[in-house]
């Protein structure tokens, strides 16, 4: 089957992050994208600007992007404000897909992209949505201290299932050295933590986090599993890494 995966991102024109990327990362797994800025970005090495899409217009692309076929799974990417979560929830209210939510509010380098608080993604939650958090992130969302060891991740997956979400990826990228490198996977009541190497990143390869949630969009999309989805999408974002093609 190929999936067809709609794409809900900031535009960052050189591609290396945001919707660009979340295109390149979904054809690589066998989908078709459909992408929908929800933000035009500039983030260069001294500029940086964002500014929000048309509420009316993405409501239009949404609604067009579904009149030409079923959408099998949705990644949500940067949603800059209130408004445009609003409109594409309201736009996709009836949609049988999967949706995967990567809780982006600042660019790798700090700067804010999202005016989204915790309360709007939790608010996202439901059985068929699969949320990828880093550890930044993921105690934000649960309102709670810097997680910093393998099993305060552990904790905070479960704890996000328990909110409502139908799966939970913790990122765990950022772990002190001494941890290694661990991502916790939580769903239907098991936790599962995934080893891999720390690689080293070179600079021009960003966007990581927006090829791993799109991988696993078209890969769940696909009707894969949660567990195998997550392999596929982490094996995904070590060959980019690892060659800088997607």
Same mark, same amino acid.
């Given at each position: 089957?190929?999936?067809?995966?709609?794409?809900?991102?900031?535009?960052?024109?050189?591609?290396?992050?945001?919707?660009?990327?979340?295109? =390149?990362?979904?054809?690589?797994?066998?989908?078709?994208?459909?992408? !929908?800025?929800?933000?035009?970005?500039?983030?260069?090495?001294?500029?940086?600007?964002? !500014?929000?899409? +048309?509420?009316?217009?993405?409501? %239009?692309?949404?609604?067009? =992007?579904?009149?030409?076929?079923?959408?099998?799974?949705?990644?949500?990417?940067?949603?800059?404000?209130?408004?445009?979560? +609003?409109?594409?929830?309201?736009?996709?209210?009836?949609?049988? =897909?999967?949706?995967?939510?990567?809780?982006?509010?600042? +660019?790798?380098?700090?700067?804010?992209?999202?005016?989204?608080?915790?309360?709007?993604?939790?608010?996202?939650?439901?059985?068929?949505?699969?949320?990828?958090?880093?550890?930044?992130?993921?105690?934000?969302?649960?309102?709670?201290?810097?997680?910093?060891?393998?099993?305060?991740?552990?904790?905070? %997956?479960? %704890?996000? *299932?328990?909110?409502?979400?139908?799966? !939970?990826?913790?990122?765990?990228?950022?772990?002190?050295?001494?941890?290694?490198?661990?991502?916790?996977?939580?769903?239907?009541?098991?936790?599962?933590?995934?080893?891999?190497?720390?690689?080293?990143?070179?600079?021009?390869?960003?966007?990581?986090? *927006?090829?791993?949630?799109?991988?696993?969009?078209?890969?769940?999309?696909?009707?894969?599993?949660?567990?195998? %989805?997550?392999? =596929?999408?982490?094996?995904?974002?070590?060959?980019?890494?690892?060659?800088?093609?997607?």
């Amino acid at each position: 089957m190929r999936p067809r995966v709609l794409l809900l991102a900031g535009l960052e024109p050189t591609g290396r992050a945001g919707l660009l990327a979340d295109v =390149a990362a979904v054809r690589a797994r066998g989908g078709d994208a459909v992408a !929908v800025p929800t933000a035009q970005t500039a983030q260069g090495a001294h500029t940086f600007a964002v !500014v929000p899409a +048309s509420p009316r217009m993405l409501a %239009a692309q949404v609604t067009a =992007a579904r009149e030409w076929g079923p959408l099998h799974a949705v990644k949500w990417g940067v949603v800059p404000g209130p408004s445009q979560l +609003s409109t594409a929830k309201a736009a996709l209210k009836d949609a049988d =897909a999967w949706w995967v939510v990567d809780p982006v509010v600042r +660019s790798s380098r700090g700067q804010v992209l999202s005016r989204l608080t915790a309360r709007h993604y939790l608010a996202l939650a439901g059985p068929r949505v699969l949320v990828t958090p880093n550890l930044e992130e993921a105690a934000w969302l649960l309102g709670r201290p810097a997680l910093a060891t393998v099993e305060d991740a552990q904790e905070a %997956a479960e %704890a996000l *299932c328990q909110r409502g979400f139908g799966a !939970v990826l913790v990122k765990g990228g950022h772990l002190p050295e001494g941890q290694g490198l661990a991502d916790v996977l939580a769903f239907s009541g098991r936790t599962l933590v995934m080893r891999g190497r720390r690689l080293k990143r070179p600079p021009e390869r960003r966007g990581t986090g *927006c090829r791993l949630a799109s991988a696993l969009a078209a890969e769940l999309g696909r009707g894969t599993g949660p567990e195998a %989805a997550v392999r =596929a999408a982490r094996e995904h974002v070590t060959g980019y890494l690892r060659t800088g093609r997607d």
